[in-house]
C-alpha cells in the first residue's frame, strides 16, 4: 500500500513531540543508538527520559546520513508506510504548513486534557481547513494528568467539537491518550476501561483513500519540456487522474487539443502505456505545441480548468510586511508563477477567534483574508472546493514565502453572470440581466447579461438596476440547480441546498428574477412537488403562469440605444 502522510499540529507544550517519538519507540522505527545516546544524557544531567528528546537526536543522526529530519520522519506498521511531517512550534508549523503539511493525506490535532482548547489549537484547526485535509482527528493528550476521567475527556471533547463545527469540520475520532506514559498509543491501556474507540496506531491503519485522487479528473501541471532529437518531452507529475497513450488532451490556460503517442523512457523495461496520480511522466504529443512551464493538461472531456486574469481567494498571511492594496506579489499554483496584484480586500478574518472584519485597508501576520487578485497573465486553476493541488497557491513577497491561500473563484470568467458560491456549491443567476422594449424595433432587448459577479455569504448586493428593484429582505428559489439564497438588508446571510431551506416570510424569487406567488411553508412545499412533477414544456407553461409574477420586481422599460 502507498506511503500515508500525516501532519501532527498543536499548541505548544501540549505533547505533539513526546507523542511522536513515543510512537516511534513503540514501533522500533528508531536506530537503538538514538535511544541510547537519549537515556545516557537524561542519566548524566539527572533529568527523566523524555520520548520529545528522540525528535532532536533524529536532528543530529540526519547530519551523519540518515534520510530522515525534524520535519519528515518515517515508520511503519504491519499494514503500510508513515510519513510524520512534524511541525515543531507554532511560527514553523505556519511555514510548513504551506510546503508540507498541504500534502498530507490526515492530520492529527493535539489538545492538553488539562488545558484545554488553546488559541493556537483553534488557529491550526482553522488552517487544517484552509488547506482543505478532510482527514482530521483529534488526540486529547496528558490524560494522566487529569486522573483519566472521563468526565474532563468529554468536556475537552465537546469543546474543540463545537469549534470546528463553526469552520464546517468534523473530526473522524477523537482519542484520549497519554503520550508520555504510552496509554492508547500503541496499546489499549487499562486506564481507559470507560473508552471503547481506537488506540492512535489502530487509527492510523484504518485511514483509507491515500489513492483517492486516482479516479478523479486528469490534472498534470507541466514542470518542464525537454528537447532530445526530434523529441519534445513534456515533464510533470500527474496530482489527479489516469492518463494513457491515446488519450485526446487539452493543455491549459489556451485549451490546445492533442494526442498523446508515447510516454518517455530510457531502458526498454520501463516502457508503459498508463500512468496515474502520484506518478512522474514525460509524455510525447502529437502536435508541436509551445508548451512552457505552469500550463496543466488534462483530458479533453474531463470538467476544464478554469481561466481567468482575475481570483478571489481566501488568504492566509505570515508576511513580516502587512499585505495591502494595490500591491503586486508572485503568486505559485502548482508549476506556473504569475505576477498577482492585490485589487481589493474583502474582509478579514481572526483564525483563533473567526472574528469578521469587513473593508480592511490590509491583511496583517497570521490573519485570514479574502481577496481579489488581479493577475499580470492568464491563468489556469480550479476552484479549491473541486481540486485542491490545481486550487492551492502561495504568495512570495521578494525572496520570502509570505503567505498562503485558495482560490474560491475566477472573479472574471466569461459566460460566468452573477454566481453564489458556499463551498463546493455554485448557483448561476440572471436575476440581475437587463431587459428593456426597443421602441424602434419594437421587441423586448436584453442589455446585456449581468456583470461577472461573484457572491459569498457576508457580501452586500446591489437591489435596484435600471429595470429591476428587489426588496431588502427576500430569498432566491434556484429550482432546477436546487439550492437556495437568503438576503436580508441586502446583506447575503445563507447559501445552501434545497433540501435544507426553511421558508420564511418574506418575498420569493427564481433565478431569473420573477415573483414566486407563495406565501406559506404549505404552498412552498406544493410548489416544490408540482415543479418535480413536470414532465414537458406544455407543464412547465403552466406551471410558471400559476405561479411566477413576471413584473413584481422588474419592470419593462422603453428605451432605444441603451448604453450600459
Known sequence: MSELKIVFVGHVDHGKSTIIGRLLFDTKSLPQGVVDKVQRIADETGKNFEFAYLLDAFAEERQQ????????LKFSTATRDYLIIDAPGHKEFLKNMISGAANANAAFLVIDAAAGVREQSRRHAYLLSLLGIKKIFVLVNKMDLVGYSEQRFREVAEDIKNFLATINVTPQEIIPISGFV?????????????????????????????????????????QDVYKFDERRIIVGRIESGRLNVGDKVQIFPDGRETVVTAFAHWQARDKKISAKAGESVGIIVADEFFNKRGEIITLANDTPLKVSSKLRASVFWLGKNFLTVGKTYKLKLATAEVEATVEKIIRTVDAATLERRENSSALKLNDVGEIVFKLKDKLAFDEFGFFQATGRFVLVDGFDVAGGGIVL?????????????????????????EFYYDVEQRKITQVAESKNENYRVGDTIQTTGFSYEYPTDFDIIFLNAGGFVKIRGTKIISIGRLENYAFEKVPLVNSRGFGIKVNNAESFDSFLREFAAIENSRALANFSNKYFFLNQFRELKFYFDYVI
Open 65 to 72: 546520513g540518515i534520510t530522515i529530519d525534524t520535519t519528515q
Open 182 to 222: 504510552g496509554d492508547n498509543v500503541t496499546a489499549r491501556s487499562k486506564n481507559f476501561s470507560w473508552y471503547a474507540g481506537d488506540t492512535l496506531i489502530d487509527t492510523l491503519d484504518k485511514i483509507s483513500g491515500i489513492d483517492e485522487n486516482v479516479d478523479a479528473a486528469l490534472r498534470l501541471p507541466i
Open 409 to 433: 473563484s475566477a472573479e472574471n470568467s466569461q459566460s460566468n453572470g452573477t454566481t453564489f458560491v458556499d463551498g463546493n456549491l455554485t448557483l448561476h443567476a440572471e436575476l440581475f440581466d
